[in-house]
Structures are given as structure tokens and as C-alpha cells.
């Protein structure tokens, strides 16, 4: 069965600082992967996608993530964090089925 | 283009009670998956409306149903409200639906059950 892991269940970061969070997933094939940004009190917002071609990708707001196949791992990365984007974190896998699994959310608080 | 919208954005319903919520996809969309959040369970998928028809639901009991309109509006409802069906409902629409398109999510509805 698809699973996906967010080890880190709460990260602190200063405003400026780097940022990584953490993806694994379980899936037999190649999945479709994204992770999704969630403001307080809001829906779920799309930060960036892969479904195959270059690992690295390209999302909005400055964020990119990496796949890893040998690791099955999908690690969402930006250079300088904003006190903007303190807000819950969700990566998901989509697979042969029409719905999403999300991991359990990483929730970032950005410190001034 | 307008975004998913979803009717109420907060309801509080009382045990044993039926609620019926609401979601317009963005137009043109022709697929509408809802999902339950909650603490507890996060994020689950509960059921996904292709042009009218149910193709994959969830694991959820009998209690939680859908449908989908030929203008590609859908509605869930809930009937017999349980304490434990409080939980942030969103619905997401997309082209075609399926994962390898994506997903644009609504604002969500917050069921309160007491």
C-alpha cells in the first residue's frame, strides 16, 4: 500500500534561514508527488509537483524539491525562509488511484 | 479564473443529525475529490465525482455520501452525525481528475458536531 512519511512532526526556523523538510514514501512504481502549503484556517495550496523528466523541481514561492528514487524521497528545500511561510507543510503521492495520500504535515514556525 | 469555492464555510451540527456541504470546482473542471481533516487522522481521502460518477471512494461508512451535478458541482452529505465527524471537509477539483493531474483545493467547510 502507498504510505508517505513526514518525519518531522514541528520545525523552528529564523527568518533568513535555509529550510528542508523531510518526505519518504512507499509506492512500487514511479509515483506523482507534490507537496502542499496550508495557511491557517485555509485550504491546501499546490507548491510544486513531479511526475517524471529532471528530480530537481521548481515551485512557487521561491521552494524547490528533489526526488530520490534510491532514497524514496521527496525533500522540499528553500534557500531563505520568510516569516510568510510559517504554515503547515503536506507532501502527498498520487498513484494509479484518483485520490491523494498525504503524510501527516510538517508544521514550520519562522522565528524574526 | 475563480477558484474552488465551498458552501458553508462553517456549520456546527448537533449528534445524530444530517448536513449536506457544498463545492464548485473551477470552471471547465470536470472531477471533485472531498477529503476529511482532522488531528487525529489528518488528511483522508473520502471519495472522487467524474461527469456525475462516483469512480473511487474512500474508506469511510455508509453515512458519507456524494454526488456530482452536470455542472460539475458536488455536494457530500453526512447523515447521523457523530462527534467524531468534526473535521475540516475540503474538496479539491481538477481537469480531469486522477493524480496525475493536479488538484486545486477549496477553503474547506468546518464541521463542529455537539
Known amino acids: 500500500a502507498q504510505s508517505v512519511t513526514q518525519p518531522d512532526i514541528h520545525i523552528t526556523v529564523s527568518e533568513g534561514a535555509s529550510l528542508e523538510l523531510r518526505c519518504n514514501y512507499s509506492y512500487g512504481a514511479t509515483p506523482y508527488l507534490f507537496w502542499y502549503v496550508q495557511s491557517p484556517g485555509q485550504g491546501l495550496q499546490l507548491l510544486l509537483k513531479?511526475?517524471?523528466?529532471?528530480?530537481l523541481v521548481q515551485g512557487i514561492k521561491g521552494f524547490e524539491a528533489e526526488f530520490k528514487r534510491s532514497q524514496s524521497s521527496f525533500n522540499l528545500r528553500k534557500p531563505s525562509v520568510h516569516w510568510s511561510d510559517a504554515a503547515e507543510y503536506f507532501c502527498a503521492v498520487g498513484a494509479n488511484t484518483d485520490k491523494l495520500i498525504f503524510g501527516t504535515g510538517t508544521r514550520l514556525q519562522v522565528f524574526p | 479564473k475563480a477558484g474552488v469555492t465551498q458552501t458553508p464555510r462553517y456549520l456546527i451540527k448537533t449528534r445524530g443529525q444530517q448536513v449536506t456541504l457544498s463545492c464548485s470546482p473551477i470552471s471547465g473542471h470536470r472531477s471533485v475529490s472531498w477529503y476529511q481533516q482532522t488531528p487525529g487522522q489528518g488528511l483522508q481521502f473520502l471519495f472522487e465525482y467524474f461527469s456525475e460518477t462516483q469512480r473511487n471512494k474512500g474508506n469511510f461508512p455508509g453515512r458519507f455520501s456524494g454526488r456530482q451535478f452536470s455542472n460539475s458541482r458536488s455536494e457530500m452529505n453526512v447523515s447521523t452525525l457523530e462527534l467524531g465527524d468534526s473535521a475540516l471537509y475540503l474538496c479539491?477539483?481538477?481537469?480531469?481528475?486522477?493524480?496525475?493531474?493536479?488538484?486545486?483545493f477549496g477553503p474547506g467547510t468546518r464541521l463542529t458536531v455537539t
Open positions: 513531479y511526475f517524471s523528466g529532471d528530480t
Open positions: 479539491a477539483s481538477s481537469l480531469h481528475g486522477g493524480t496525475s493531474y493536479e488538484q486545486y
